[in-house]
């Protein structure tokens, strides 16, 4: 209870500004391990710390009125009778009113640090990754940052042996003769028409480079940690040097960097999946051998409705290149005849969006059969939602409101089924996307593609659904 006490007082009795300023040299002191007897350099400041971690961090209109465009959206927005207001919060993902979300809406931003997002998801070890940061934050004490400071001391780079120059962050993690080795050496792990390293790289843009080299998804993958790990062990490297009197060698830097890599696919944090697209400079251990995924191959069948119930499979799709979406509704009765498909343009924002309009287009025509409806769609997500009591997301209120009132008035089940299952309805939100108005099929003039789609899903013929398994 006593440790709360000063948490209560806060909210009780606003602080001063230099209460507040005191508060902060104590976390500042704490984090960078000073103590009474013994003060350490505070690198970065405590301000700067507190930012997002893409700017370096750890961790509305004066118009009168609202706009006409916003006075129609409230207008069409339905009510839900019985029901008490909910309120949804645009700025946070989830569409919950947060603290977070509010003051880095109202904060003074900095521009963002290339590489500073990705190093806390890279997979590398915290200090590697605190040692990154402030490498990316212009804070680690090399010479030329030393005489910055207004301290005096010749300075001598350790990487170069034969012509030593000044040692500069560029010059001891880019320019320097260890460092255009070491970044020759993993750059051979890369092929393709990849962008090219150049001396004239900054430290930030070298991650960015590196970064682009496979587009792999997930930010494990060796085209993201690598970087890391090169500059990690070229400063180890230069700190044996310098502190045992002993002479730079990039072949050290070459082997700690091909060790850590290695062992990481042997404790199983580096799987194949992290290294895909790579040509390694090192044998792959046994170990990680045995980790490579396996292939499954799972069966999808439509299965059709019991009588008097309607199959509804529905889709959305969504393109964010052109910023187009559309859905697709197909409806059939116990027997897998269509009795109705159709396909639309959707204003939607996005995927989710787009699959829930689909949805209820489905049961806004599903009202005029008079049936009980099971509904079926390839997002989990939306499934989710609609069976669930939340309302997820600002931007999907709407279509969420029109959904609670469908729900109570109609007889309704909802199922997911995965998008090898439900072919035919993600080719008509494809069809829908590209199209200015709403079309409407029967069975009769269905196009040619999807007709066959329908006949082998009525004759249950099952699609596959290829899916890979990691081993443990």
């Known amino acids: 209870?006593?440790?709360?006490?000063?948490?209560?007082?806060?909210?009780?009795?606003?602080?001063?500004?230099?209460?507040?300023?005191?508060?902060?040299?104590?976390?500042?002191?704490?984090?960078?391990?000073?103590?009474?007897?013994?003060?350490?350099?505070?690198?970065?400041?405590?301000?700067?710390?507190?930012?997002?971690?893409?700017?370096?961090?750890?961790?509305?209109?004066?118009?009168?009125?609202?706009?006409?465009?916003?006075?129609?959206?409230?207008?069409?927005?339905?009510?839900?009778p019985g029901e008490s207001d909910v309120p949804r919060w645009t700025l946070s993902r989830r569409g919950e009113f947060t603290l977070a979300s509010t003051w880095n809406t109202i904060r003074s931003s900095i521009p963002i640090v290339q590489g500073l997002e990705d190093l806390w998801l890279a997979g590398v070890t915290a200090t590697i990754a605190m040692f990154t940061w402030r490498l990316l934050s212009n804070r680690i004490p090399v010479d030329s940052k030393l005489q910055w400071r207004k301290i005096e001391l010749a300075s001598?780079?350790?990487?170069?042996?034969?012509?030593?120059?000044?040692?500069?962050?560029?010059?001891?993690?880019?320019?320097?003769?260890?460092?255009?080795?070491?970044?020759?050496?993993?750059?051979?792990?890369?092929?393709?028409?990849?962008?090219?390293?150049?001396?004239?790289?900054?430290?930030?843009?070298?991650?960015?480079?590196?970064?682009?080299?496979?587009?792999?998804?997930?930010?494990?993958?060796?085209?993201?940690?690598?970087?890391?790990?090169?500059?990690?062990?070229?400063?180890?490297?230069?700190?044996?040097?310098?502190?045992?009197?002993?002479?730079?060698?990039?072949?050290?830097?070459?082997?700690?960097?091909?060790t850590f890599v290695r062992n990481n696919m042997i404790n199983g944090k580096l799987r194949p999946k992290h290294w895909r697209g790579v040509r390694l400079g090192l044998i792959i251990p046994n170990e990680a051998e045995a980790q490579r995924p396996m292939r499954l191959t799972m069966m999808n069948k439509w299965e059709p409705p019991d009588q008097p119930w309607l199959k509804h499979n529905t889709d959305g799709s969504f393109f964010e290149e052109t910023g187009k979406a559309?859905?697709?509704?197909?409806?059939?009765?116990?027997?897998?005849?269509?009795?109705?498909?159709?396909?639309?343009?959707?204003?939607?924002?996005?995927?989710?969006e787009a699959e829930l309009l689909a949805m209820h287009h489905g049961l806004v025509m599903a009202a005029e059969l008079a049936m009980p409806i099971w509904l079926e769609t390839d997002a989990e997500q939306?499934?989710?939602?609609?069976?669930?009591?939340?309302?997820?997301?600002?931007?999907?209120?709407?279509?969420?409101?029109?959904?609670?009132?469908?729900?109570?008035?109609?007889?309704?089940?909802?199922?997911?089924?995965?998008?090898?299952?439900?072919?035919?309805a993600d080719l008509l939100a494809k069809t829908g996307a590209e199209m200015s108005h709403s079309r409407i099929f029967v069975e009769q003039d269905l196009p040619r593609e999807l007709s066959d789609i329908i006949r082998q899903e009525q004759m249950g013929i099952p699609n596959a659904r290829a899916q890979t398994e990691e081993r443990n």
Not at 226 to 255: C, D, M
Not at 327 to 340: A, M, S
């Open 1 to 80: 209870m006593h440790e709360a006490v000063p948490i209560h007082i806060f909210q009780a009795i606003e602080p001063t500004a230099g209460a507040l300023k005191l508060l902060d040299q104590q976390l500042a002191r704490f984090f960078w391990g000073s103590t009474n007897e013994r003060k350490r350099t505070h690198w970065i400041s405590w301000e700067q710390i507190c930012l997002p971690t893409n700017e370096g961090v750890l961790v509305l209109s004066d118009q009168a009125g609202l706009p006409q465009h916003i006075i129609d959206r409230i207008c069409t927005f339905p009510i839900l």
């Open 156 to 258: 001598k780079c350790q990487c170069c042996p034969r012509r030593p120059d000044t040692e500069s962050l560029q010059h001891l993690f880019i320019q320097g003769d260890g460092a255009i080795r070491v970044w020759r050496e993993f750059d051979g792990w890369f092929e393709g028409n990849s962008h090219p390293i150049g001396l004239n790289d900054t430290i930030p843009s070298r991650i960015e480079v590196w970064a682009t080299r496979l587009q792999q998804p997930g930010r494990k993958h060796l085209s993201i940690a690598l970087p890391y790990l090169i500059f990690w062990f070229l400063w180890a490297e230069r700190n044996r040097s310098r502190n045992h009197g002993t002479q730079f060698k990039a072949s050290n830097v070459i082997w700690q960097v091909i």
């Open 326 to 352: 559309g859905g697709g509704v197909l409806i059939r009765d116990y027997t897998g005849r269509v009795l109705k498909a159709f396909a639309l343009p959707l204003d939607a924002h996005s995927p989710l």
């Open 382 to 424: 939306a499934v989710a939602l609609v069976r669930g009591n939340h309302w997820g997301p600002a931007h999907i209120r709407q279509a969420m409101a029109f959904l609670a009132l469908q729900k109570r008035r109609l007889t309704l089940r909802i199922s997911f089924i995965h998008r090898e299952g439900n072919k035919a």
